[in-house]
């Protein structure tokens, strides 16, 4: 609360430094309203005037306002700053725009005991996905599952499909001393995306229906949570699956002998009160059994790629050898069409040679 | 809303409908140590292209049943139709004390 100590003091002196050349300005500007016509179109008072009012502000602008000061009316906010709406609004955002792969949840009154517990279990069985020091520890050490103001993620996954922030134009603005510079505003709680997003979203107008947000809006309703996975990793997915919503066979819970704390009655209870309703994955949206499916993929997204690699080298493998077969065969009827044709020309060509042969010994 | 009298929830929606907003909220609006005081609470989940209807099913203490249809109806009107069941059973209980 610094500033605001400082700032009456500052006000007060703005407001000594305005109050006589504003005085001034007023005065000379009413005289010249009161004035006749002839009288204020008279080059002396216009020029009077007008070096009146230049040394008037140039009064003003050498005062200036100390950087951290805060209007009294306008008070920081106490609201610790991870919490700000604001701030809430960038840290999706930024969350959407990196994390590939979301599950979305809905909580239903769990006690803070309860997340403790769940995230424990969640941690447990992530770190048994892979041995410490790999890729994939370093995956399992950065999955989060954190609770989210609904209404704030709803207007993120809006400004992260509609509004796209290189596109915005820079514009003139001046620094403290009065420099003219270009800058460009287009961040995420600018007015251009405020635009942006109002522009697609006004009235009742249906979206467009490849609208990714349309598809997840439904899904934004009451208490929700996330579990983010900074990778497309199908093993961590089906390890968190098997812990926050088992489905056997595919997914069965942790056993009893192995991770006994699962089975701990407020584990238990906070994850009945859990629910997978749906996922965003790569930027698709997921339904439950869709995410089942891409938990299910065996050997991650490496064995994907080597059966991609491996299909398309045998399609390769039968391309090569279909164009070569008909560039073969068209080479093989060419050449004994060739063969045939010369074949018969030959015949003809000797019999012409002996009737000639014979013209010339009659001749003769 | 009232939830001493309810022995049991079940529901059944398809989360990606706006549709299922009722009944998802009724969820929560459960508290939360709604099923260690003896209350079933069963949901069931539907595919993302199903069309069914969303259902909401409430049982009483006093073994009355009520169906809502969760589509159509609001979580304010679903409160309000529960409690009003629950205040005649809690008046009972308190003349019975």
């Not at chain 1, 840290?91 to 997340?115: C, D, G, K, M, V």
């Not at chain 1, 989210?148 to 603005?173: C, G, H, N």
Request: net charge positive.
């Amino acid at each position: 609360m610094a500033p605001r100590i400082r700032c009456p003091a500052a006000a007060r002196g703005l407001g000594v430094a305005m109050g006589p050349s504003c005085s001034t300005i007023a005065s000379s500007r009413s005289a010249a309203l009161l004035w006749p016509a002839t009288l204020a179109a008279s080059t002396t008072t216009t020029r009077q005037y007008a070096k009146m009012v230049e040394s008037a502000f140039a009064g003003v602008s050498t005062l200036r306002l100390p950087d951290d000061y805060v209007p009294p009316t306008k008070p920081p906010t106490a609201r610790p700053s991870d919490v700000r709406k604001s701030q809430l609004l960038r840290t999706y955002t930024s969350l959407l725009r990196s994390t590939p792969l979301i599950l979305i949840f809905q909580h239903s009154n769990l006690t803070a005991t309860e997340w403790a517990a769940i995230r424990r279990e969640l941690n447990i069985a992530l770190a048994n996905v892979s041995p410490p020091g790999t890729d994939a520890a370093e995956i399992a050490s950065k999955v989060q599952l954190q609770v989210i103001r609904t209404r704030i993620f709803d207007v993120a996954l809006k400004l992260v499909e509609f509004y796209d922030p290189s596109k915005v134009a820079p514009t003139t603005a001046s620094t403290a001393s009065g420099k003219k510079v270009k800058v460009t505003y287009n961040h995420d709680l600018s007015k251009a995306a405020y635009e942006a997003v109002r522009a697609v979203t006004k009235g009742d107008a249906p979206l467009p229906a490849t609208s990714r947000y349309a598809e997840l809006s439904p899904l934004m309703v009451g208490p929700v949570a996330l579990l983010t996975l900074p990778a497309v990793s199908p093993d961590h997915l089906a390890a968190a699956l098997s812990v926050l919503s088992p489905s056997p066979p595919a997914f069965p819970a942790p056993s009893r002998r192995k991770s006994p704390g699962y089975y701990d009655p407020i584990a238990q209870s906070g994850l009945q009160k859990l629910m997978l309703v749906g996922g965003r994955i790569e930027g698709k949206v997921f339904d439950i059994d869709g995410v089942k499916w891409v938990g299910g993929i065996k050997g991650g997204l490496d064995s994907l790629r080597a059966q991609l690699v491996g299909m398309l080298q045998s399609a390769g493998l039968g391309l090569t050898s279909v164009l070569e077969g008909a560039g073969k065969s068209l080479w093989l009827t060419m050449e004994s069409r060739k063969i045939s044709m010369e074949e018969a020309e030959k015949p003809a060509v000797v019999e012409e040679a002996e009737k000639v042969e014979e013209v010339m010994e009659k001749k003769e | 809303m009232i939830t001493r009298f309810i022995t049991e929830v079940s529901t059944r929606f398809n989360p990606f409908s706006a549709r299922s907003k009722s009944a998802r909220l009724f969820l929560s609006f459960l508290p939360p140590t709604a099923r260690s005081s003896g209350m079933t609470i069963t949901t069931k989940l539907l595919a993302r292209t199903s069309t069914e209807p969303s259902s909401l099913t409430v049982k009483f203490k006093d073994g009355k049943e009520l169906n809502f249809d969760s589509d159509t109806m609001g979580i304010k009107s679903l409160i309000e139709e529960v409690d009003r069941h629950s205040r005649i059973l809690q008046k009972q209980s308190d003349l019975n004390e």
